[in-house]
């Protein structure tokens, strides 16, 4: 194939009439064999050279040899060089060579198989890592089956206290850990923050997607019992629409309570104890105190009305930094079924309270405030009736919604404080009154006995004077 292709370079010449005689040939001509094509132009290159009309002479008389024969002549030398290192590399080699190449290729092939080897290994590993991924993925997508549609804590139709603490511990706890262990920190994404110190951030649920995590941190104008008492479930009507516009009402379904002193005593032992003089007045005992309730919302712009079955739990402050907690958990019990008229929506929400320093400005009480919940407006449970609300609405607007919400609850307790100021000082005032009252009764009583006793000791002489005497006597 070497030789043909060599052969066939030789034939192509820059000379018309070499183009013209190699196409006019090729029409009359069959297709020869390699080596007549070699005898063929070996001839024609002898009738070429011995011709004397393919000299051609300069002006100078001296002769100048033609492309015709130049070109050719290069092109069959490369073609016989070729021809040799083909040929020669194709003989037969020396048997000490062949002892050489043999070592070489026993070699080789010990190379090859450590590489053939190796590669099994790879493939192997690559596999088993594939499987284990593969593996890894079909069971978080299982458990995300079986837990993106848990909405609120299952609990008997006898409900008892234990169940319901135990509910809002599990909750507590993870919300806990979710809002301030240091490995949690940097997966939290800021959607919102002010320079007066709101910050609203969103945590992605790692097996419901639908139903993040929200956390909003702010510093609150007021004490740490204020700001307790405002977020506190019989205040709800009164506050809860500052912070809630869709607010309807609150209806109560039961009180509990349950000894939660087992439980610290525990803790205590785990952990260091700080006192805290401002708890002594609030918490009296170790009884955490739980409220059943249920809320209800208007409608939500085009969507239908909400409501929320859940526990309310004013928890027992932590032994270890002194942080209030209280929280509610969305319980889902056959005792108290979905209402016509409402689509059952679900929220757990943890509230963290901790006390400031005051504020060095204006030297009134603050108390850091941090609340980590999930909401899903949907009716999302395994027999739940939806509700369409689109939940990508919710995670784009919570940031400005959370913001103004907080805003609201800092007006508010700016406003029952003062509120609670001017009631303190007319109280003042009223109880001064009433006590300056009370001496000037006193001072005119003392007026008018003074000129009585005289009167009535007076030992004037008249008509029935012993009759009087006598009575003075007895009295």
Not at 144 to 156: A, L, W, Y
Not at 220 to 232: A, N, R
Request: charged fraction near 30%.
């Amino acid at each position: 194939t070497i030789l043909h292709i060599i052969i066939m370079l030789t034939t192509i010449t820059p000379s018309r009439n070499r183009l013209d005689h190699s196409a006019t040939q090729s029409s009359t001509t069959k297709l020869e064999s390699p080596k007549s094509m070699c005898r063929s132009h070996t001839n024609e290159m002898k009738e070429t050279l011995s011709d004397k009309s393919s000299v051609v002479y300069n002006k100078d008389g001296t002769k100048k040899r033609s492309s015709m024969i130049v070109v050719p002549m290069a092109w069959i030398t490369c073609g016989l060089f070729l021809f040799v290192f083909a040929t020669l590399h194709g003989m037969a080699l020396p048997s000490s060579s062949f002892a050489i190449v043999s070592n070489g290729t026993s070699s080789s092939n010990k190379v090859l198989t450590s590489l053939s080897a190796w590669r099994r290994r790879k493939n192997s590993a690559m596999e088993n890592k594939e499987e284990e991924e593969a593996q890894a993925q079909a069971q978080a997508q299982a458990r995300q089956e079986t837990q993106k549609k848990e909405r609120g804590k299952q609990i008997s139709a006898s409900i008892t206290a234990e169940e319901l603490y135990e509910a809002y511990t599990q909750i507590r706890d993870e919300y806990n850990d979710k809002a301030f262990h240091p490995k949690s920190e940097k997966s939290w994404n800021v959607l919102k923050s002010t320079s007066d110190g709101i910050e609203i951030s969103m945590l992605h649920h790692a097996s419901d997607p639908n139903c993040p995590y929200v956390r909003m941190k702010a510093i609150m104008p007021g004490s740490i019992q204020e700001t307790w008492e405002f977020l506190e479930l019989k205040n709800w009507d009164k506050t809860m629409p500052k912070m809630d516009p869709f607010y309807e009402g609150l209806e109560t379904l039961g009180t509990y309570s349950i000894d939660a002193s087992a439980e610290r005593k525990r803790v205590s032992k785990n952990k260091a104890v700080t006192a805290n003089k401002s708890t002594k007045h609030v918490f009296r005992d170790d009884k955490v105190q739980m409220i059943l309730a249920r809320k209800r919302t208007n409608r939500i712009l085009a969507f239908g009305k909400r409501d929320f079955t859940f526990v309310s739990v004013s928890d027992l402050p932590r032994l270890e930094d002194n942080v209030w907690v209280s929280g509610t958990v969305s319980v889902v019990t056959s005792k108290f079924p979905r209402q016509k008229g409402y689509t059952r929506a679900f929220q757990d929400s943890v509230a963290f309270y901790e006390e400031l320093p005051l504020n060095e400005q204006t030297g009134d009480e603050q108390t850091s405030l941090t609340i980590v919940c999930r909401i899903d407006l949907n009716d999302s449970s395994d027999d739940g009736q939806g509700g369409f609300v689109p939940m990508w609405i919710y995670a784009k607007t919570i940031g400005l919604s959370g913001v103004l919400s907080i805003n609201n609850m800092r007006k508010e307790l700016v406003r029952m404080k003062e509120e609670m100021r001017s009631m303190k000082i007319i109280q003042e005032e009223i109880e001064g009154q009433s006590k300056k009252d009370d001496d000037d009764d006193d001072e005119r009583d003392g007026q008018m006995r003074i000129p009585l006793v005289p009167w009535v000791k007076s030992g004037g002489r008249r008509e029935g004077s012993n009759v009087a005497d006598n009575k003075d006597e007895s009295i």
